[in-house]
């Protein structure tokens, strides 16, 4: 497999559209990387310039040491799934998985060990002999993956190849794709607009806005400690909620709405360092650590706010309570033996040790 | 196209179809007639041999409909049909590969995958009931995708509306040129144009260039607008998309609302432009469509 490097990408449109903007990453073998951002962040199009589909600007990208930059898209043993995966209606199973190998005068022997093979892979085997007419959908992608597979490439590169499937088979899927790069060992890139694709999948997450690369790290880490409001926006859901508030001149409280909430001592320390003290910032806070319960609003006496709820959502295993607070819709997501509902005025307990600080012009994160 | 672009191109036509080189140095027939006497010697000398080749002239108006009418039967053409013209460019020269897997791809044989030069393919693709714009994108998509997994060909598609007979053919291949061309000046990021879904941009394709200047000129002029970086161009963008509504834009890109809010005020005070008052809006889109395109020019 394949250790990819990308050095200063751009990809400038001849029409001066910047759609990548010096997008610096070393992949390692067998790592699993998730591009992620909202439309048009230049996800896909860093993706079809690793493939050769569109030229790179300027930088430089290398697949094992070896500068691919001018190199033919057919010549940099790459496979690509994109989410449209037509299938040659008239062709079976087989022959679908096979033509790609029989267009490159792969011997008929090689074609059939290695068609056989990812079908056992896919567990394909029963509907070699079927038509893609009889497919279910899951299985019609799964045929889609096979034709990849056969060509034993360096490099897998996926965009958005489950987006096509319903949300049922979408789940399924990510967990087959997921099976299939542990058992292929392959370097995978892939691309994606859904984040919570991005959090199961990834070894490594990419998180790109307007082409230019946000913060790439482990999906824990994305979540934990995003580096800016951005960040901190798309990684999760429901989204993290962001309160404007003045901060105390020591730090040690924030100020939002009237409310002062205590901020913890290394928090204070964080942001008295860097010079916040008496200045407005934004206060982000996950919908997980908002608490509704009695033992929580009473153990965390210094950090309650009051707000009326104007809608209950049962999920089942969770309650989504939506209120207005500082001018901002605000979620919490609480335990579901929850009694508050719709227009109840409710006391809720913000995990401030789990808080986030942003800098309210550069939105950068100031502390986590 | 004028008259002597128009002559020239049927030369080239009568050169390629014949071998022969061919000038008028003095001729006592019209404008008109000169060129339809070049279009009947095209027709006498282009054989047409196959269905593929009928297709071609015919799409690209080299011959009549009543000569190739004649050829429908003989190639068993059905006359009443419902057909979707695609139009496919690449940016580079495809090669032989490229076709076979879309004729791999289309095996009915009343489908047609015809070469149009080096970087164009048209596909005239058979219908038993009016597809809906979502099979005709659906379709469209995979036809894209299928080039580039396979055949590692980066293309573009337009498309216009279905038709129902032979002889609508020519005017629905014109539209889908019409669809990537103005696609390619005001979209040019798109992967899939509609002619139908051209909306403003047919309209401002047409309008003059000293027109274009001096709208910017009025509004807001060329320097002005490239000084504004793609972020604030891709907010704007994402703006209009949502009808103009903060709340849906703050979301779909993953801002706060706040945020859009000092970005589209920072542009109003760059601009003289608000738009969130739909006047300015109008303007601005208006503007932002002329500046691509004469940046794509």
Known sequence: MADISLKNINKIYPNGFHAVNDFNLEIKDQEFIIFVGPSGCGKSTTLRMIAGLEEISSGELLIDGKLMNDVEPKDRDIAMVFQNYALYPHMTVYDNMAFGLKLRKVPKDEIDKKVREAARILDLEKLLDRKPKALSGGQRQRVAMGRAIVRNPKVFLMDEPLSNLDAKLRVQMRTEISKLHDSLGATMIYVTHDQTEAMTLGTRIVVMKDGVVQQIDTPANLYQKPCNLFVAGFIGSPQMNFLEGTLSADCSSIEVAGTSLQVPPAKAKALSEKNYGGKVVILGVRPEDIHDSQIYVDTQASSVIEAQISVYELLGAEVYLYFDFAGTQVTARVDPRTTARGGDTVKFALDMEKAHFFDKDTEITIAN | ?297
């Open chain 2, 1 to 297: 196209m004028d008259f002597n672009e128009k002559k020239a191109k049927l030369l080239e036509q009568l050169n390629k179809a014949t071998g022969i080189s061919f000038e008028i140095s003095d001729s006592d027939l019209s404008e008109e007639e000169t060129l339809n006497k070049l279009k009947e010697l095209i027709v006498h000398f282009n054989v047409i041999d196959s269905k593929t080749g009928l297709f071609r002239l015919f799409l690209r108006g080299e011959i009549a409909y009543s000569d190739a009418a004649t050829s429908l039967h003989r190639f068993h053409i059905e006359e009443n049909k419902i057909r979707q013209v695609f139009y496919l460019e690449s940016q580079h020269d495809y090669n032989k590969e490229t076709v076979s897997l879309l004729k791999s791809l289309l095996p009915e044989s009343k489908d047609v995958v015809i070469e149009i030069d080096s970087r164009h393919i048209a596909l005239v693709i058979n219908y038993d009931s009016i597809p809906s714009n979502e099979e005709i994108v659906l379709a469209a998509s995979s036809y894209l995708d299928m080039l580039e997994t396979e055949a590692f060909a980066s293309f573009k598609l337009s498309y216009g509306k279905p038709v129902n007979s032979f002889k609508e053919l020519p005017s629905a291949y014109k539209d889908t040129i019409l669809a990537m061309e103005i696609g390619n000046t005001f979209n040019s990021n798109g992967r899939i144009y509609c002619y139908e879904e051209l909306g403003l941009g047919r309209l401002l394709f047409n309008v003059p260039d000293r027109e274009v200047e001096a709208y910017l000129n009025k509004h807001i002029n060329i320097d002005l607008l490239s000084q504004i970086d793609e972020e604030t161009l891709n907010l704007l963008e994402a703006f209009f998309a949502n009808d103009l509504s903060l709340a849906e834009t703050s979301r779909k890109m993953f801002i706060h609302r706040n945020t859009l809010i000092y970005r589209l005020d920072k542009f109003a005070d760059l601009t003289g432009y608000d738009v969130r008052k739909f006047s300015d809006a109008i303007t601005v889109k208006i503007s932002l469509m002329l500046y691509n395109y004469v940046r794509n020019k």
